[in-house]
């Protein structure tokens, strides 16, 4: 009960700060573009047109959720401890965990309402210009699924870096920290690694335990290949077997991402004084 009373206060915030408002548009707009603009070229050349609005939305969310989710949930602990309300938070009979527990889910509550309502336009207005084959809106859903998924995580690891830190700009400077390293700088050192070590001792196994280690990788992993139907337009396809990872695996990898943050998180602020 009282985890869901703060993630309610967390949603109230929100939409109090316009958060779930800007975010929501924000995506909706970009979601739109895409389907709107990117799909042009498919009534040519024959494709599904769902299925590259998916493949594109998918880099998209790759980089922007992420850093949505990050900028949500960095002052979680260390903001009200700035504005002196986490004392008063503590003195009433609620537990730390539950502290924790509640922000993470008020907040990826907010992130989920704005991939829904913004990715969802963008498949309504598909569906009004031209309705995609039915194995694509599968795909899609699974898309937006695992959107919210991607985002709790980092939700999830801003509120770990939140409960660390007494001030809200170092806060902040590690959610951006951890924004470069998860979505740009890990694959490139990935890949500079692997042609440095020219499959002399990294083999697949270990390349398949080093992607799953990124939860940005593991999400484009699971959305770019899950679906045969995706898995065309987006080069993941055919003899190379781009990623022999079972869905089961890539959702679990995620999934991990989640809990794992969120039970560090629960441990840090049990030993934070306030």
């Known amino acids: 009960m009282n985890v869901m009373t703060i993630a309610a206060h967390e949603l109230r915030i929100g939409m109090r700060n316009r958060w779930a408002v800007a975010t929501t548009v924000l995506l909706a707009a ?45 002052d979680a602990i260390v903001g009200e401890h ?113 042609v440095a070590d020219q499959g002399r001792t990294i083999g697949r196994a270990t390349l398949d335990v080093l992607l799953l280690l990124d939860p940005a990788d593991a999400y484009r992993l699971l959305n770019m290949s899950a679906s045969d139907t995706v898995s065309v337009y987006s080069g993941m396809a055919g003899p190379g077997d781009a990623s022999r990872l079972p869905v089961g695996t890539l959702l679990a990898a995620l999934v991990a991402w989640v809990v794992a943050p969120t039970i560090a998180a629960v441990a840090a602020f049990r030993r934070r004084a306030v």
């Open 82 to 194: 700035e504005r002196g309300t986490l004392a008063l938070l503590l003195s009433y009979p609620v537990a730390r965990w539950q502290v924790v527990v509640g922000k993470i889910l008020g907040q990826t509550t907010i992130l989920g309402v704005a991939t829904i309502v913004g990715y969802g336009a963008a498949g309504v207005a598909l569906w009004q210009v031209r309705a995609p084959v039915q194995p694509a809106w599968g795909a899609f859903a699974a898309m937006v699924g695992t959107s919210i998924l991607l985002g709790a995580s980092f939700v999830a690891l801003g509120c770990l870096a939140s409960t660390l830190v007494r001030e809200r700009a170092t806060a902040a400077g590690i959610a951006v920290g951890l924004w470069l390293f998860f979505v740009l700088l890990y694959d490139t050192a990935l890949l500079g690694l692997l």
């Open 30 to 74: 970009l979601a739109l573009s895409i389907a709107l603009l990117g799909s042009a070229p498919t009534g040519v050349v024959k494709t599904d047109p769902l299925a590259v609005v998916v493949v594109s939305l998918s880099s998209l969310t790759m980089l922007l959720v992420p850093l949505i989710a990050l900028m949500l949930s960095f």
